[in-house]
T-cell receptor, first 114, second 114 residues
Framework: DVKVTQSSRYLVKRTGEKVFLECVQD?????MFWYRQDPGLGLRLIYF???????EKGDIPEGYSVSREKKERFSLILESASTNQTSMYLC?????????????FGEGSRLTVL | DAKTTQPTSMDCAEGRAANLPCNHS???????VYWYRQIHSQGPQYIIH???NNETNEMASLIITEDRKSSTLILPHATLRDTAVYYC???????????????FGKGTRLSVIA
């Protein structure tokens, strides 16, 4: 079974802390994405990456950075967490080798910033 | 910006067909129509996609109008487990050179009622 694994399902952090959200996929996909989901706002794209060491800003990159040192791993970093970053974070991967463009999602990481 | 319009919510009786509409009047010739769904507390899940012709798989059928300006996702015999938010998305397929990330709108919240 194909799998996207997010390191933590639930996290609680304090304002100002540095937060790492890790995502690993085992499908050798070249594309990886980070979304956040908030009630009433739907899924919004934060950052994405089409290859190792490459990154592109999504719609809401402010306050976030990412790292893609290996093909299978895409990390989302909150340099200094703030309460408005309390959200559900979803990682996804896809390949361009198939025309479905299907996105495979992880189960999500629910972050609470106090 | 999402390029599709969907109703905010719909109800469907268990065992009946659920017909979920989507308008995409500005769709380009090389853009596919994708459908995903998100069951509560899980990441979105791919359902089906199509370009021009109607498509069917084990989960659903996709009917695309001849002018391609709208489509309908059909769940032939809805069950309680089909209760979810359904997203209709248009984008260029990867093999046609499209590599833009999927943009999720707010989708349709389908409630299947016993």
């Amino acid at each position: 079974d194909v799998k996207v694994t997010q390191s933590s399902r639930y996290l609680v952090k304090r304002t100002g802390e540095k937060v790492f959200l890790e995502c690993v996929q085992d499908m050798d996909h070249e594309n990886m994405f980070w979304y956040r989901q908030d009630p009433g706002l739907g899924l919004r794209l934060i950052y994405f990456s089409y290859d190792v060491k490459m990154k592109e800003k999504g719609d809401i990159p402010e306050g976030y950075s990412v790292s893609r040192e290996k093909k299978e791993r895409f990390s989302l970093i909150l340099e200094s967490a703030s309460t408005n970053q309390t959200s559900m974070y979803l990682c996804a991967s896809s390949t361009d080798a198939e025309n479905t463009g299907e996105l495979f999602f992880g189960e999500g990481s629910r972050l609470t910033v106090l | 910006d999402a390029k599709t319009t969907q109703p905010t919510s719909m109800d469907c009786a268990e065992g009946r067909a659920a017909n979920l509409p989507c308008n995409h009047s500005t769709i380009s010739g090389n853009e596919y129509v994708y459908w995903y769904r998100q069951i509560h507390s899980q990441g979105p899940q791919y359902i089906i996609h199509g370009l021009k012709n109607n498509e069917t798989n084990e989960m659903a059928s996709l009917i695309i109008t001849e002018d391609r300006k709208s489509s309908t996702l059909i769940l032939p015999h809805a069950t309680l487990r089909d209760t979810a938010v359904y997203y209709c998305i248009v984008r260029v397929g990867p093999l046609l050179g499209g590599n833009t990330p999927l943009v999720f709108g707010k989708g349709t919240r389908l409630s299947v009622i016993a």
